[in-house]
Structure formats: C-alpha cells, structure tokens
C-alpha cells in the first residue's frame, strides 16, 4: 500500500495550496467575462450622448433602457417574450426528440442506419431557412411554420451528436457489461446513454444557437406576435430603440439558455473529471 | 455473445442445495471453487491455430498462473474458460471439490478496470451482482467488497478520483463480490506501477486465501506468477511447454532463493534456451 499512501498523504497538501490560490480567483472568475460588454455599452453610452451616433442609427443605451420599461409597462413585452419562448422551447423540444431517437436508433441498431442515416445525411444539408418560401406556401405565416422550421434546424445537430455519441461509447465499457448480464434496456441504460451523454450535450448546446436563429428569421418574415414581430413593427414605425431592445432580449434570452443548459450539463456529468469543480 | 458460464444467472447456493437469488442469509456463503478439465483444446481463428492439444486438469480452489511470449494463446484460452470465446474443438468441464460437475459462476479481472465513470466505485461493485439484485442489498454486499480490498471510504468517489491502483481494486471487488468460484485475471497487475503492483499482490494473495475460489491468472510477468500461484503453466506457440507445481506455502517472501530458482526455469522455458 505504500505508493497509495504517499498519494493520500499529498492530497490534502495540493489541496490547501489550490485553494489558497483560487480564493480570489474565483471572484474574478465571476466579473470577468463581463467587463467587456460593459466596457462597450459605456463607450456607447458616451458616443451618444457626445453626439457622434445619431439616435436614428443607434439609440443610446438610456433610450433602450427607456424604451425597455415602456413596452414593459404596457404588458406587450411579456407576452412576446412568452410566445416566442413557446415557440423556441415546443421545436426545440419536437426537433429535438426526433433527432435524439433517430440518433439513438442509428447508433445502437446497424439496419436502422443503414434505412435512414444517408437520408439524414442529405437533408442536412440543406439549410433549413432556404425552406421559408414552401414553408410559407404550406403553412401562411401561422405557427406550423415557425414550428416546422425551428425542429427542423433543430433536429440535425441533435441528431449527428447523438448518434457519434453513442456510437463512440467504450467497446469495452460494452463487453464488461454484457459479461455482467446486462442487455438491451439496461445496457442501454447503464453504459450507452451515459456514456453518450457528454456529445448529446455539445448537440444541445448547438441546437439552442440555431433555434433563436431559425425564430428570429422566420418571426420576422412573417408573424402577428414575438420578439421578431414587435422588432418589425418597430422598424415601420421607425422606433429604433425599440429594434435594439429586441436585439438585447434575444442576446438575453440565448445566454439565458445556454446558462441553463451549462448547469444541466454539469449537474448530469458531474462524473466527468472535465466537469467537476 | 458466446453461451457460457457469464450467462448463468447469478444465484447463491445455500445450504441444503436451494437457489437463493440474491435473499442471501448471513453468513454469506463461501463460494463453491470450480475445477477445470480441458481436454483437447484447439481454437483457431481462421487458419491460424493460436492453441492445439491442451489438456488440464485444474482441481478445485488452486491458483495456477499461464506464462508466455505474447501471442502464445494465454488470453485466449482465458477467455475460453470463462466463456467469453468458444473453443473449435474439446471440452471445457467444471466440477467442484467432489468431482460433481457444476456450472460455474466465472468472474473476470482484465488489465484495464473497465469502471463505468458515471457511478460511483459502491455502484460499479453493484454491476458485479448482475441484474436484478434489489438495491439496497446490493449497495450493502458491494460496500462489504470493497471493505474486502480496503477501499470501504471510497464508496461514494467516483472512479475517476481514484489512483490505478485504487481503480483495479474497484475492479476485482466487482469481480468478488457475487463470490465467484472462479475468478479469470488478465494481466490484471500489467498497468501498474511496481510498488502498487506488489501491494495488489499481497492483496490477491490475501483474498484468495480468505474466499478460497479457483484463480486462473495469465500474465507476463515470471515473478509475479512464481510469487502469486500454487502451479505456472509455460504456454508455447499454442502449447503447454512447462507446468510445475509451486509447493510453497503462502504468503512467501520476495526474494527466496527457491522462488528465484523456479522463476529462472520458467523464464528459460519460455525463451526457449
């Protein structure tokens, strides 16, 4: 037990020392990444008000802010962020799933890639908004349409991270398993998903960015209500601070997202050494 | 995957001859150790015969060690006997201490762990119990385990806060905890540093003795095998070169003379000079 011994009585050593270390570190972690947006809405701030960008251009951060509590106020925010936020999570959530079972499917089962993966291979790469005129010949401009697009951009990366996900898991993980009498539903359950998790993640995290693309584009081609909406009736009327405040909100709304879907992750794999502390 | 003795649904014989799964009464059973009688073992993967003509005769509760060059078939016939590869000709048998043929539960220690990195080191103790064991039995059996190879304060770290040493340990308290009657090590030591690997010895040594199942360790390493096994075996090309029996009584010292005489035997054999 001797070299075990020497590792243990390290540990709590190295430990003290990373601490002392990283006590304020971790503070600045934390303000960090932040001064930089900062740093740019001040610039902005003072551009404005010296006058060097006109407010027909570019509002100043005060008039967003002003803008912000108006549309607030009337109630008319709230329920654009609500239907848009509807419309992001609903294709999320059907894209996602299609492309999550399709992934699993194609990773454990060789017929069912063989039936679909080279179909799904095409498709891809078609980009999803080159769709917006049949779709708008098939649905109008009702939400079939926003749906319909948004799973659509969304189902791709969930797919091809899923499937090499959870086609990448150990061989070996797999043997140890079946040794153990594991099979079909517990294999599945015990090694593959978990181990596929970490990609299925990165697909998540890559199909939140394209969902508030594919809602942006197609809310503001066509739609009666939405962050896009309140945007595009905005530039009519030429309100500019009202243009940038939406820009803000889904600036807000995708970070918000992303926040989440970080935790998510470091929750379901806080196994994972690259996802502890 | 090959039918054999992996598949067989785990289940604790107690007294009286009656299949208990898993309602296991204390004192835990002591595991039936499994003989071996290989006769005529040929495996060949398309023309190439890795063994021919092995006959074995293994009894029940030895330790026997294979040696060799590598590509001289130990693995495989490791993985023959415990059923996860099929012989293309002969007959693997199992009996116990009586001579009574019994199907065995076989366990597998490889040279890498192979611990699942999303449960905790108690959870992948649990996998060794098989399917179905009821969860909280499960967690006190494989808590017992791993009390067995020291690690009992490890229980809730995950695999990938443990040292290699410590992750092994997880692996054979796995392999123990649903008391195998024979436990199969590949290269079980092979990946580890000499001082963890003497300190795994000792422990291999002591479990052994403690839990008294059939081992059947194949490895590289002449004087791991001279120290660890009752009997080692020198496979060649596919056939049993050399097999002596180690009558020293355990633990034994490192450095014997007699050991090292053995060992020096051994190595010749299988360096062919």
Not at chain 1, 3 to 18: N, S
């Amino acid at each position: 037990m001797t070299t075990v011994d020497i590792l243990e009585a390290r540990h709590p050593v190295r430990g003290v020392k990373r601490r002392q270390v990283s006590l304020p570190s971790i503070s600045r972690q934390h303000y960090m990444p932040y001064l930089l947006p900062l740093a740019i809405v001040l610039l902005w701030q003072l551009a404005s008000s010296a006058g060097w960008i006109s407010d027909r251009i570019m509002p100043s951060p005060l008039k967003v802010v002003a803008a912000f509590s108006e549309v607030a106020a009337s109630g008319q925010l709230a329920h654009d962020v609500a239907v848009s936020g509807a419309r992001a999570l609903s294709g999320l959530l059907i894209g996602g799933s299609i492309g999550f079972l399709l992934g699993i499917a194609n990773g454990v089962s060789k017929l069912s890639e063989q039936l679909t993966d080279t179909t799904l291979q095409m498709l891809r790469t078609i980009p999803h908004l080159a769709m917006i005129p049949l779709v708008i010949l098939w649905f109008g401009i009702g939400e079939e349409a926003k749906l319909f697009l948004t799973s659509l951009g969304v189902l791709f990366p969930v797919y091809l991270n899923t499937y090499h996900g959870v086609r990448n898991v150990d061989r070996d993980l797999i043997e140890m398993g079946r040794i153990y009498g594991m099979s079909g539903w517990s294999l599945f359950r015990k090694v593959i998903f978990p181990g596929a998790l970490p990609s299925i993640f990165v697909g998540l995290r890559y199909a939140l960015g394209i969902m508030w693309l594919t809602l942006i584009v197609s809310e503001s081609i066509a739609a009666s209500s939405g962050i896009g909406h309140m945007a595009n009736t905005a530039r009519e009327f030429m309100m500019t601070d009202v243009v940038v405040l939406s820009l803000v909100i889904y600036a807000v709304l995708g970070k918000l997202a992303d926040v989440i879907a970080r935790a998510l992750e470091r929750w379901a794999l806080s196994w994972n050494a690259a996802y502890q502390g | 995957m090959p039918i054999g003795p992996y598949q067989q649904p785990l289940a604790f014989v107690a007294e009286g001859g009656e299949v208990d799964n898993y309602r296991v009464a204390e004192p835990r059973p002591r595991p039936e150790p499994a003989g071996l009688k290989l006769r005529d073992i040929e495996k060949r993967f398309g023309d190439n015969r890795v063994l021919r003509g092995i006959d074995l005769d293994v009894p029940a509760g030895q330790f026997i060690a294979i040696v060799g060059k590598s590509g001289c078939g130990k693995s495989t016939l490791l993985r023959l006997l415990v059923g996860l590869d099929t012989q293309s000709e002969g007959e693997i048998t199992f009996h116990d201490r009586g001579g009574q043929p019994i199907v065995p539960n076989a366990r597998i220690v490889f040279q890498e762990p192979r611990l699942l990195p999303w449960f905790d080191v108690a959870d992948n103790v649990v996998v060794g119990l098989g399917e179905g064991a009821p969860k909280s039995e499960a967690r006190r059996l494989a808590e017992e385990a791993l009390a067995e190879v020291q690690l009992a304060e490890k229980a809730r770290a995950w695999p990938s806060q443990l040292s290699g040493g410590q992750r092994q340990r997880v692996a054979l308290a796995r392999a123990l905890v649903s008391r195998p009657g024979l436990l199969a090590l590949d290269e079980p030591l092979g990946a580890l540093d000499a001082l963890t690997r003497i300190s795994m010895q000792t422990l291999l040594t002591r479990v052994w003795r403690e839990l008294g199942f059939s081992a059947v360790l194949v490895t590289h390493d002449v004087a791991e095998a001279v120290h660890l096994a009752d009997r080692v075996i020198v496979l060649d090309e596919g056939r049993i070169k050399l097999d002596l029996e180690i009558p020293h009584p355990h633990p034994r010292k490192r450095g014997d003379p007699q050991l090292a005489e053995l060992e020096g035997r051994f190595l010749s054999a299988i360096l062919g000079d």
